[in-house]
């Protein structure tokens, strides 16, 4: 009886420690490290290569309508088992007009809109989806043993 009461601990104690590490907290920064005053430092940016050389090259420039530097940077949040959440997002826009810098706008988390992200995937026309099985047998034959030359 003893040794089933022991083996019940030992079971729950170990129960308990895999759900206890699934929950952990994992938090890791994507995107651009924004000082905290940055509103202040690029109200005084005029050009671009000012911009670039205190924020940094843009991760996305519009190519319609007005030309437009983004900037992004998040923490992106894990905890066990759960769908990952965002973090103090911040949003760096630049107007551009060739060399000079327009017009800036920062952007942090109550500005930003809520987006819901799908689960599924996106089809694409004429695709052909095959599993790891008929992958392997539709290449049997289509290339030669090594070491033949051809």
Partial sequence: MKVQGLKFKYLSLILGLVVLCSCTFQTKHRGYVFPDDLAGQVADIKTT?????????????TIYGD???????????????????FTDETVLL???????V????????????DVEIADGETEIPAAIELNAIEELFNNIGRFTPAGLGQ
Avoid: C, F, M, S
Avoid at 49 to 61: D, F, H, M, S
Avoid at 67 to 85: C, F, S
Avoid at 94 to 100: D, K
């Fill in 94 to 100: 630049a107007w551009v007009n060739g060399t000079r």
């Fill in 49 to 61: 290569n000012a911009l670039v050389e205190k924020i940094g090259a843009p991760q996305v420039k």
């Fill in 102 to 113: 327009i017009k800036t706008q920062v952007l942090h988390d109550a500005d930003l809109p």
């Fill in 67 to 85: 030309e437009v530097w983004i900037y992004y940077g998040a923490d992106e949040n894990y905890r066990g088992p759960l769908a990952p959440t």
